[in-house]
């Protein structure tokens, strides 16, 4: 017998997941992509972070993957993640990193379940390229995402940046992906801070309208 | 961990480093200690040192290990000892000053021989002392004290404190809990109880709720109150090994990776963790 117990919720605040899915590939070197996203990622915890709702609200998860995936911050409130510096090096497995982020969401809203109301979670993929090496189960992962998408478990956005396949996206995603407009990933973290804080606050049970996300995507 | 009988409780204590800690190569800056008496009476205290403070890792070794100590004299003093004797608050305030004042004095002590300043011996302190259904309680600063009731309820024991900020709070080392009175919190139960945590600031967030939004004034509440999902399993997992017999040592080596990434909350603490988990 080992000594295991539950996570206590910190407040019981309705609660928003947003899990990221980082591609930190050797390829995100280039136009130093893994930096700025990196900032990007850090300037959103910190807006949400500073507002004083969606802070207790606001769950975040980050999975990064190259040669293997890790889920390097567990679902936390922004205040308490502790989120690692990215390094891009290897190739692309990507499909495991998904498929990680879709169990993170399902045990999370186990977690959820009896203790706090929730929101549908969201998992959001950020990729310059597609899955490497060959072999990887995307019939599986597309199956899970078109499975989570219409049972409503979760909303899945796929954002491509530079070389990214958006063909691949598009045969992966539910929602059409977007690409993204450069490096303006401090642009689309403001944006889907901008759009978090609207999800998370707007009352229980009614649909929320998030901003366009003109000021970052490719046209 | 002291331990002269064996034991008439079930317990586990320990401490593990934050991340923050572990990321710079820092030692832990917590430290906690158990006495069972052969009295029995049982002491438990905990110290959480101030993370910028270069040495508390020293005073909250030497705070826990004073306090435990001095109660565990007067454990097994004639008065206390004594049939008709009962600690009430009055003398248990009274002690607690004292024995408070002791433990600063020590660490002054430690500060001259290291040719440092006090401030960077900051520590705070929690210290309980119980026998039969008698539970007193002593702290200076933040930390948490949760205690399970004979139905199997759990409530907390303090009110830790809070400073003006968020992250700030009262150390033993300062002189203002000697001139105010309210920064020395302690109280006298005698109502059955049947396990008691006493824990540091670094694992409140997982067993804890303790921060909720305010519909006024503040931004946020903090309503103190422990975990059931939390405690419960923790507790009747302690009560289960120890009627099984597992060594003690065994227990603590579980604890110990149970504090160090036991659940998502406790695998990303940023802050150092200590728990002592007693179940009578």
């Known amino acids: 017998m080992e000594f295991k117990t539950q996570d206590t919720n910190e407040n019981y605040e309705e609660k928003t997941l947003c899990v990221f899915v980082l591609d930190c590939s050797g390829s995100m070197i280039r136009a130093d992509r893994i930096g700025k996203m990196e900032a990007g990622l850090r300037e959103f915890m910190k807006e949400i972070g500073d507002d004083t709702a969606t802070s207790q609200c606001l769950e975040i998860a980050v999975i990064t993957y190259s040669a293997e995936f890790q ?4 679902p936390t409130l922004v205040e308490r993640a502790n989120l690692p510096k990215l390094v891009a090096d290897g190739p692309t497995l990507m499909i495991p990193a998904i498929d990680e982020a879709i169990r993170v969401v399902e045990e999370r809203k186990k977690y959820y379940r009896g203790m706090v109301p929730y929101r549908r979670p969201f998992i959001i993929l950020l990729t310059d390229g597609e899955p490497y090496p060959e072999g990887q189960d995307f019939a599986g992962v597309k199956s899970r995402i078109q499975e989570g998408e219409s049972g409503a478990h979760f909303t899945f956005w796929a954002i491509g940046v530079g070389e990214a396949n958006m063909a691949f996206l598009t045969g992966l995603s539910v929602r059409p992906p977007r690409k993204l407009e450069g490096t303006k990933f401090m642009q689309f973290f403001e944006w889907l801070g901008n759009s978090m804080k609207i999800v998370s606050q707007a009352p229980s049970g009614s649909k929320a309208k998030i901003p366009s996300p003109d000021d970052w995507i490719e046209c | 961990m002291k331990k002269k009988i064996s034991s008439p409780i079930a317990y586990c204590s320990g401490s593990s480093a934050g991340l923050h800690h572990t990321a710079e190569g820092k030692t832990c800056q917590d430290a906690s200690m158990v006495g069972i008496e052969a009295s ?17 890792h020293l005073s909250s070794q030497l705070a826990v290990k004073t306090i435990v100590d001095r109660i565990a004299k007067l454990a097994a003093s004639d008065r206390w000892n004594a049939p008709h004797f009962r600690l009430e608050d009055k003398f248990w305030r009274e002690t607690s000053i004292s024995l408070f004042k002791v433990v600063r004095e020590e660490i002054i002590r430690l500060a001259k021989e290291e040719k440092a300043d006090i401030e960077d011996f900051n520590t705070t302190l929690i210290v309980a002392c119980m026998k039969g259904n008698v539970l007193a309680i002593a702290h200076v600063g933040d930390g948490r004290v949760a205690v399970r009731d004979q139905a199997g309820n759990w409530a907390a024991g303090i009110s830790p404190f809070r400073g003006r900020y968020s992250n700030e709070t009262v150390f033993v080392t300062m002189e203002d809990w000697l001139s105010n009175p309210s920064m020395l919190e302690t109280s006298v139960t005698n109502k059955e109880f049947t396990g008691l945590a006493l824990l540091t600031d670094g694992v409140e967030h997982a067993a804890f709720i303790c921060k909720i939004l305010s519909s006024e004034g503040a931004p946020f509440d903090d309503p103190n109150i422990p975990s059931k999902e939390f405690w419960e399993p923790l507790h009747q997992q302690l ?13 603590q080596a579980k604890w110990s990776q149970f504090l160090k990434r036991g659940t998502p909350n406790l695998a990303s603490a940023i802050d150092d963790k200590t728990i002592i988990l007693i179940a009578k």
């Open chain 1, 71 to 74: 889920l390097v911050v567990q």
């Open chain 2, 40 to 56: 029995g009476w049982v002491i438990a205290a905990v110290a959480d040192g101030a993370g910028s403070s270069q040495h508390s």
């Open chain 2, 239 to 251: 009560v289960s090994m120890y009627r099984k017999g597992e060594p003690h040592k065994s227990i």
